[in-house]
């Protein structure tokens, strides 16, 4: 028998998360899409997904590993109801802690050379305020206002940074997001244009149904002396 | 590498079911349909093979991959759901059919190629299809396409497939992308096998090789 090789592949991945705060909360988005390699595979899948009643993750990369990660903290979440049920706990996980939690078991899986392949968006409400972060397949945990993983890192972060301004409305938070999303259709070739969002404030999650943004291609017509 | 081996370096490639599997939900339940040939590199060590396996009474896998490495996870997936509904009383769901296998394929993803697509009928959600790819993910779909031959019927299903077919119009649909499937890729051929599952139970047929329909052949 072979020797245990870990460290394996990406098989189903999936692309760019994005997250950006507002004046009441928070909102992520992501595609909709499993790639399989090249091959636009799975079309319908959900990279956004909620943990508990104020706390959302979102997950690029490895989609088995993703649907592991939830798995973990769902579990984690049932455990740590028991035990508010008995007393022992207060309350609700945060998703600080949870974010939290999740970087302990990223970093763990990376040391013994065996990765849960994903860069991973946890985002929440709690205490008044949101909490918003990233953690990786290496362990490293990060906090910010903005976030953006996969290609959104290269091409959806320095449009977000020029147009976040602190307690920014509602409206122009989610232009910023589409915007980005046209982008990244555009530039980044494992992208479908069929989004969901996930917006989190005190009263809680509320993921969309997947909807399409319009893009536009009158550039194409705008070039002379073809050849 | 010579591009013709001979036939001994054939036989000494991992057995595989490179392969044509469709899974498609129909009005009052699914069609399953598979080809028939095993390969081994480019020689067809089974080309009658059954590819559609019962876990359990309403419900079916399609393989794709390793024939070893499917087989026995059919066989440890069949062995529990078996033992859990007789403990349970009551006939599993295609869900649960379907984690079971993603739990194997999940956890041991390392070892195993397995591509395998959870097909049946239950009587909460009527006629459900589950994809289980390489790496363990787990994702409900209305119809599912794997194995080699399934590149050249991605265009074919997205144009062709309807929700909520009659049973003939998911017959035609799924035999149809198999004849196809197998005109076009090397390791799928032989027969179209094609299973119906629904309240009233599995019902079978196959669809002999001189028997499938032509299509453009030039």
């Not at chain 2, 899974?23 to 080809?35: C, K, P, W």
């Not at chain 2, 087989?71 to 859990?84: P, R």
């Not at chain 2, 194997?104 to 909460?124: H, M, P, R, T």
């Not at chain 2, 649909?173 to 009233?200: L, P, Q, W, Y």
Request: aromatic share 10%; proline share 3%.
């Amino acid at each position: 028998m072979q020797p245990k090789k870990k460290t394996l592949r990406p098989i189903v991945t999936g692309s760019s998360v994005l997250g950006i705060k507002y004046k009441d909360g928070v909102i992520l988005a992501s595609d909709t899409l499993g790639s399989y390699g090249s091959l636009a595979r799975f079309r319908d899948i959900r990279r956004i997904v909620p943990i508990t009643k104020h706390t959302v993750i979102g997950g690029t990369g490895e989609f088995s590993d993703f649907q592991e990660i939830t798995k973990i903290l769902r579990q984690k979440i049932i455990e740590n109801q028991e035990l508010v049920e008995s007393g022992k706990e207060e309350d609700e996980l945060l998703p600080s802690e949870i974010h939290s939690y999740l970087s302990r078991v990223l970093y763990g899986r990376r040391n013994k050379f065996n990765p849960l392949w994903n860069d991973v968006v946890v985002a929440g409400f709690e205490k008044g305020k949101v909490h918003m972060g990233t953690v990786d397949l290496w362990g490293s945990y990060f906090e910010d206002d903005i976030i953006a993983t996969g290609y959104g890192t290269y091409f959806a972060l320095p449009l977000m940074r020029k147009a976040y301004k602190k307690d920014m409305e509602r409206d122009k938070a989610l232009e910023v997001l589409r915007d980005c999303l046209t982008v990244l259709f555009y530039r980044d070739c494992r992208t479908i244009n069929r989004y969901v969002f996930a917006e989190i404030t005190k009263e809680g999650v509320n993921i969309t149904e997947p909807v399409e943004i319009e893009t536009k291609w009158e550039i194409a017509d705008w070039q002379e002396g073809k050849l | 590498m010579e591009l013709i081996e001979s036939p001994l370096q054939d036989l000494k490639k991992e057995v595989s079911t490179g392969t044509t599997i469709i899974a498609v939900q129909y009005q009052d339940g699914v069609i399953i349909g598979a080809d028939s040939r095993t390969s081994s590199g480019s020689y067809a060590v089974n080309r009658v093979t059954d590819k559609l396996t019962p876990v359990h009474d309403y419900i079916y896998c399609l393989r794709s991959g390793s024939a070893a490495d499917t087989q026995i996870i059919a066989s440890y997936v069949s062995y529990y759901l078996n033992m859990f509904s007789i403990e349970e009383g009551c006939l599993p769901t295609v869900k649960k059919a379907a984690h079971m296998f993603r739990e194997f394929c999940y956890q041991n993803k390392q070892y195993l190629l397995a591509s395998i697509i959870v097909a049946g009928w239950d009587e909460e959600n009527g006629g459900c299809v589950y994809n289980v790819p390489l790496g363990g993910s787990i994702i409900k779909q209305p119809f599912a396409i794997g194995g080699s031959g399934s590149s050249y019927l991605y265009g074919y299903c997205d144009i062709h497939f309807k929700e909520n077919m009659t049973e003939e119009e998911a017959i035609s649909f799924v035999s149809k992308g198999i004849t196809e499937a197998i005109a076009r890729d090397g390791s799928s051929g032989g027969i179209c096998r094609i299973a119906t599952i629904n309240k009233d139970g599995v019902k079978r047929r196959t669809i002999y090789g001189n028997e499938l329909q032509k299509f453009w052949e030039k």
